[in-house]
T-cell receptor
Framework: AQSVAQPEDQVNVAEGNPLTVKCTYSVSGNPYLFWYVQYPNRGLQFLLKYITGDNLVKGSYGFEAEFNKSQTSFHLKKPSALVSDSALYFCAVRKTEGRRALTFGSGTRLQVQP | GAVVSQHPSRVICKSGTSVKIECRSLDFQATTMFWYRQFPKKSLMLMATSNEGSKATYEQGVEKDKFLINHASLTLSTLTVTSAHPEDSSFYIC??????????FGPGTRLTVL
């Protein structure tokens, strides 16, 4: 079975400071990894993905994530946080083979203070 | 980019009635769609995989007779919550995978059962 852990329910950061939202995963074989963002009462918006290749993946709105196979992590980062980045962030995983449904982490609420 | 729509965005119904939620892929064909359920402050839980032209595949613990799924065409999947009860109140989100590995999510449907 595959699983995703987001150890922080909430991350608080001041505007302009760098942010990190943590994610670790467990899957047999090679993973496809994703980050999505959710605003209140909205669906999920795709931020970025890791499929293969460079471990550092750049995505939408200035976000990036680093795939670390040895630590089975895929932390989301941004060099300078904006107040508008405040939202709920989900890490997700699926296996490279087989079913395409995603397994999601529990979500991390990012709060960026002005 | 690919767009997935859901209708209605919000529905309130009386206990014992049935509610139908539509999920449409607007500019691409989706032989598979996924239905997720999100509880307040919780992650998304996969309910079922909707397959065009065949029966849906339900996750363990999801009552197939209660959550009826029909994939009527390559662009439409419907979820019908039958004999709804207050515990069925939730945020339901559909998604459709596209070539390129990611999935696009609908905006979600907030169901409230009185």
């Amino acid at each position: 079975a595959q699983s995703v852990a987001q150890p922080e329910d909430q991350v608080n950061v001041a505007e302009g400071n760098p942010l990190t939202v943590k994610c670790t995963y467990s899957v047999s074989g090679n993973p496809y990894l994703f980050w999505y963002v959710q605003y209140p009462n909205r669906g999920l918006q795709f931020l970025l993905k890791y499929i293969t290749g460079d471990n550092l993946v750049k995505g939408s709105y200035g976000f990036e994530a680093e795939f670390n196979k040895s630590q089975t992590s895929f932390h989301l980062k941004k060099p300078s946080a904006l107040v508008s980045d405040s939202a709920l962030y989900f890490c997700a995983v699926r296996k490279t083979e087989g079913r395409r449904a995603l397994t999601f982490g529990s979500g991390t609420r990012l709060q960026v203070q002005p | 980019g690919a767009v997935v729509s859901q209708h209605p965005s919000r529905v309130i119904c009386k206990s014992g009635t049935s509610v139908k939620i539509e999920c449409r892929s607007l500019d691409f064909q989706a032989t598979t769609m996924f239905w997720y359920r999100q509880f307040p402050k919780k992650s998304l839980m996969l309910m079922a995989t909707s397959n065009e032209g065949s029966k849906a595949t339900y996750e363990q613990g999801v009552e197939k007779d209660k959550f009826l799924i029909n994939h009527a065409s390559l662009t439409l999947s419907t979820l019908t919550v039958t004999s709804a009860h207050p515990e069925d109140s939730s945020f339901y989100i559909c998604s459709a995978p596209i070539p390129g590995y990611e999935q696009f999510f609908g905006p979600g449907t907030r169901l409230t059962v009185l």
